[in-house]
C-alpha cells in the first residue's frame, strides 16, 4: 500500500512561528553595532530599564496571570540573581582584568554568570514554592512577601557583597543587544510554554484548582514549575540590571519593586504576554516623567499615583488593558495565521 507523503502542516506553522521570533532578533544584534553610541544617554538609559522591566513583567505573568497564583517576592528573585551575577563577575575581572578589554570573553562571562544567576532564583524559587504554592490566596502573597524581606535583610547582613553599604563597581557588561536580545528570549519562552500542554495545565490551575485536579493534573507540581520559571528569568533581569546600573544595593529589592512589577502585569492584562511588554514600557516611562515632579518637591508620588491608576483600571477596565489577549488576536485573520499557525482569536475580555 503507497503512504501518500505528509505535508507537516504543522512544521511549517512552527518554523513560520520561529522566524517571525528571529527576524526581530537580528534586527536588535544589527542595531546594537549603533544604538548604544548615537542615541542620547538618558533615553538610552531608560530604553534598557524598560527592557528589563518587560523580562519582569513577563516572567510574573506567568505565575500571577497564566497559573492564577499571586507572588509579592518577585524582586526577592531579582535580588539573588543579580547579587550572584554580580558577585561572581567581580571576582573574575578582578583576577582577570585583561577579560574587559576582550568583548568575546566578555560577553561569554556575562552569559555565564546570567545563567548562574537565573539558575540561583530558580532554586530559590523551588525552596519557597514547593511549601508555599500548597497554600492559596492572601497566605500565599504573605509568604512570597516574605520571602522577599527575608533575601533582603540576609544581603543587608553579609559583608561578602557589601551588606547595607551595597555592592560597587560591577563590570559594565550589559548592552542594548543583551537586554533586549533576552526580551525576545523570554517572551517566545513564555508564549511557547503557555501553547504547550504545560500551558495548558497552567491555565487549568487557575480557571478551576479542584476540577484540574480532578482530571489527573498535579496542581502543586504545576504551579512550582511556573514559580521556578518565573524566578529564573527574574534573577536573569536582575543579572542585567546589575551589569548595567554597576551598584546593587538591598534597598533597590524592597516592596516597593515588587508593587511595581505586580502593577505592570494587573495593567497590562494577568494572561496576557502583550500587556506585560505593553505595561511595562508605559510604567517606566511614567516614572521618568514624574522624576522633576519629585525633584521639585523632595517627595516621592510613585506610588500615590500607582495606587490612583490600579483604582482607575479596576473600576474601568477590571481585567486590564489587554484583558487575556495577544496582540496577534487583533491582526487580520489571514496575517494572524501565518504569524501563530491559528486562525482562532483568544477569548477573554479586552
Do not use: C
Amino acid at each position: 500500500m503507497t503512504k501518500t507523503p505528509s505535508t507537516h502542516p504543522k512544521g511549517q506553522s512552527g518554523l513560520r512561528t520561529l522566524w517571525v521570533w528571529l527576524a526581530p532578533l537580528a534586527v536588535i544584534l544589527i542595531l546594537n553595532q549603533f544604538i548604544g553610541d548615537q542615541m542620547d544617554p538618558y533615553f538610552y538609559t531608560i530604553l534598557m530599564y524598560a527592557g528589563i522591566n518587560i523580562i519582569l513583567a513577563v516572567s510574573l505573568n506567568l505565575v500571577n496571570g497564566f497559573t492564577g497564583q499571586f507572588s509579592m517576592g518577585h524582586a526577592g528573585f531579582m535580588s539573588v540573581g543579580g547579587y550572584l551575577a554580580a558577585f561572581i563577575t567581580t571576582h573574575v575581572v578582578s583576577a582577570n582584568p585583561e577579560i574587559m578589554n576582550n568583548p568575546v570573553q566578555g560577553n561569554l562571562l556575562l552569559f555565564g554568570t546570567l545563567l548562574l544567576g537565573g539558575t540561583g532564583a530558580a532554586i530559590a524559587g523551588y525552596i519557597v514554592g514547593l511549601p508555599s504554592l500548597r497554600l492559596k490566596g492572601d497566605y500565599l502573597a504573605i509568604v512570597t512577601l516574605g520571602f522577599g524581606e527575608i533575601i533582603r535583610v540576609i544581603i543587608l547582613n553579609v559583608d561578602a557583597i557589601g551588606g547595607a553599604r551595597g555592592m560597587p563597581n560591577i563590570p559594565s557588561l550589559t548592552s542594548f543587544g543583551w537586554v533586549y536580545s533576552l526580551v525576545i528570549v523570554t517572551t517566545f519562552a513564555v508564549w511557547r510554554l503557555v501553547n504547550s500542554a504545560h500551558g495548558r495545565a497552567f491555565l487549568s490551575v487557575r480557571e478551576d484548582e479542584i476540577a484540574a485536579e480532578s482530571m489527573g493534573v498535579n496542581t502543586t507540581k504545576t504551579k512550582v514549575r511556573a514559580f521556578v520559571i518565573g524566578a529564573f528569568f527574574a534573577g536573569v533581569a536582575g543579572g542585567l540590571f546589575a551589569h548595567y546600573l554597576r551598584y546593587l544595593n538591598p534597598a533597590t529589592f524592597d516592596f516597593n519593586r515588587s508593587f511595581e512589577i505586580i502593577i505592570m502585569v494587573v495593567l497590562g492584562g494577568m494572561g496576557s504576554v502583550t500587556g506585560s511588554i505593553v505595561a511595562a514600557v508605559l510604567l517606566t516611562v511614567l516614572k521618568e516623567a514624574l522624576r522633576p515632579l519629585q525633584e521639585l518637591t523632595r517627595l516621592d508620588f510613585r506610588m500615590v499615583i500607582y495606587s490612583l491608576m490600579l483604582i482607575i483600571l479596576m473600576l474601568t477596565k477590571p481585567n486590564g488593558l489587554f484583558g487575556t489577549r495577544e496582540i496577534s488576536d487583533f491582526l487580520p485573520e489571514g496575517l494572524r495565521k501565518k504569524i501563530t499557525g491559528s486562525n482562532k482569536p483568544k477569548e477573554g475580555a479586552a
